[in-house]
């Protein structure tokens, strides 16, 4: 017996036999798995001597807080600096009210309500980073139900404290108007673009608001967007100067999604409009009542160099599916480039309204920011749902679910039930809902829960090396450690330096905190396992 080609003999100990044994080449290892062990993961080395999988964990949810224990509805949030955000609201009182929070290790602080604008429903808020004049909040609200509107802007202060401009501005002469929007305005000298369907004629228009300076001027004239429409959402492009911003909405003529370039105007002259382009043929579920957010339209707020990307969610009610469509406008186009050959993604197959849409801040050594759509979902007895998928600006990954609220968020009615930030220097985000189960009334209470962004395990000196195969947990597994080949790796460049990321994959350049093993690729599915 000579065993098979390259195995070594092998002794068996005291009075056995010794035996031929496939080479271990002095780069392997075994130790039991804690968690899955996916085949060629990274996996770091527990004070218990079990290993597990390298990256990052899963996100969590922090305990619930109560910025408002009375009832409430309209909510929106609105990151204002670092870790700055605003709470818009309709108060128990039917006013509309603004509390400033800071988020620190997780968890919110917060400011004085201020009560601003009465009889207030429809709330909508954009923000504006003006280069000048700072950072501001436009808000927009009906002020009385199906009746005029008005606009105004606030800052959110360092110590929580909240400054709203000198007056409120009516939209429009007062006439009475539904589907309220707003959006940044960074084509032109007006700071707001503000959209909504006229009661009189049942059409769709938008205007402008604010002047770069107080913002408490008259508004522009209007334009037509479309005859016969519902659902108008806008956003204005935030980062890239002389960048046009979009506006979306459905018709009555049929339930298609459609949008528009919009370039901001100055002075009294109303906002320009590029052409129309359908984005989406199905039925695009449409409000039953005026104020609810059955899509939502933001910008991506990341630098994407001389492009500004756009996010869409809404909903299909024939195929009973939540979509998010994602939108590539270069700086100063006034038409669409195709972006992700302009597929819809799905984010889950079931209802909802409320629909409320958010980008992460800013990106971090390895990890890959988010995007996240949050709503109520109304054939799971209406409770709060979050969904998020990964965005690197080029790809959009598999949404994965998070039930933030099991009561039933609609009991008594309302519109807007969700609201979403994000916070700047992490990858946290503050959800903002409706808890009919608490409150000092005893129902609708204001509630918040800060989404704990995903960390990663990896230290200095933790990581082990890398699984020979599949694993589940409790198995015993072999593991190539330093000195030994990896031979199951993928889409490698043989010659290629490879470093372990903070997300557990590998990659060309090194982060921090270094791992204390590092790879040379052999070939496109080899590494050498090194220092």
């Known amino acids: 017996n000579y065993g098979s080609s390259g195995q070594v003999l092998t002794s068996g100990g005291s009075s056995t036999a010794p035996s031929w044994a496939d080479a271990a080449g002095g780069g392997e290892v075994e130790a039991v798995a804690s968690g899955t062990l996916p085949n060629g993961t990274a996996v770091i080395l527990n004070s218990d001597g079990t290993v597990t999988k390298a990256g990052l964990a899963d996100p969590t949810f922090n305990s619930a807080q109560t910025p408002k224990t009375t009832s409430c509805d309209g909510l929106n949030c609105v990151h204002f600096d670092t870790n700055l955000i605003g709470i818009v609201y309709r108060g128990s009182g039917g006013d509309m009210e603004v509390i400033g929070a800071t988020v620190s290790n997780h968890t919110l602080t917060f400011g004085t309500a201020v009560t601003h604008g009465s009889m207030a429903s429809n709330i909508k808020c954009a923000m504006n980073d003006d280069t000048t004049y700072g950072k501001r ?35 429009w002469n007062g006439e009475a108007i539904t589907y309220l929007g707003i959006g940044a305005s960074v084509g032109g000298g007006r700071a707001w673009n503000v959209s909504y369907v006229r009661n009189g004629d049942g ?13 408490n001027d008259s508004p522009s ?9 519902r659902n108008p959402v806008i956003a204005g492009g935030i980062g890239i100067s002389s960048t046009n911003g979009l506006i979306a909405y459905t018709k009555d003529s049929d339930d ?32 039953t009542g005026a104020y609810q957010a059955m899509i939502d339209l933001r910008c991506d707020p990341k630098n994407h160099g001389s492009y500004l990307i756009y996010g869409i969610a809404f909903r299909d009610t024939s195929s009973n599916k939540l979509y998010l469509r994602m939108l590539k406008l270069a700086s100063g186009a006034n038409s669409l480039s195709t972006f992700d050959s302009s597929t819809n993604h799905e984010i889950a197959s079931h209802q909802g309204r ?3 849409l958010a980008f992460d801040r ?12 949050a709503y109520m979902r109304t054939d799971d007895s209406d409770k709060g749902y979050l969904q998020s998928a990964t965005f690197n600006g080029t790809t959009v990954g598999s949404f994965t679910q998070h039930i933030f609220q099991t009561a039933d968020m609609n009991t008594a009615g309302g519109d807007l039930l969700t609201g979403l930030a994000p916070t700047g220097s992490t990858a946290d985000m503050v959800i903002l809902y409706k808890d009919p189960t608490s409150g000092g009334d005893g129902s609708n209470s204001l509630r918040s829960k800060v989404r704990v962004g995903a960390s990663s395990n990896i ?13 589940t947990n409790g198995q015993t597994a072999k593991i190539t450690v330093i000195g030994g080949v990896s031979e199951n790796q993928s889409s490698l460049t043989t010659g290629n330096a490879y470093y372990i990321k903070q997300d557990g994959t590998l990659g060309t350049s090194a982060e921090s905190p270094r791992t204390g093993v590092d790879a040379i690729a052999l070939s496109a599915t080899k590494v050498l396992v090194k220092l």
């Open 137 to 171: 909040c436009g808000v927009v609200w009906h002020n009385g139900s199906y009746g005029a509107a008005k606009f105004s802007w606030f800052v959110v202060n360092a110590n929580r404290t909240i400054t709203f401009s000198q007056d409120d501005t009516a939209i």
């Open 256 to 287: 298609d999604l459609y949008v528009k370039v919009i370039q901001g105007s100055s002075g009294s002259s109303a906002p320009t409009l590029y052409s129309e382009v359908k984005i989406y043929t199905g039925t695009v579920a449409q409000p």
């Open 203 to 215: 059409n769709v228009y938008v205007q402008c608001h604010g002047t770069s300076s107080n913002g």
């Open 362 to 373: 800013e990106s971090r050594a390895g990890f890959t920011p988010n995007v996240h759509v």
């Open 459 to 471: 230290q200095a000196n933790n990581v082990l090396g890398f699984s020979t195969a599949a694993y």
């Open 221 to 229: 004239s209007r334009v037509n967007v479309c005859s016969g429409g």
């Open 354 to 356: 409320d629909i409320t």
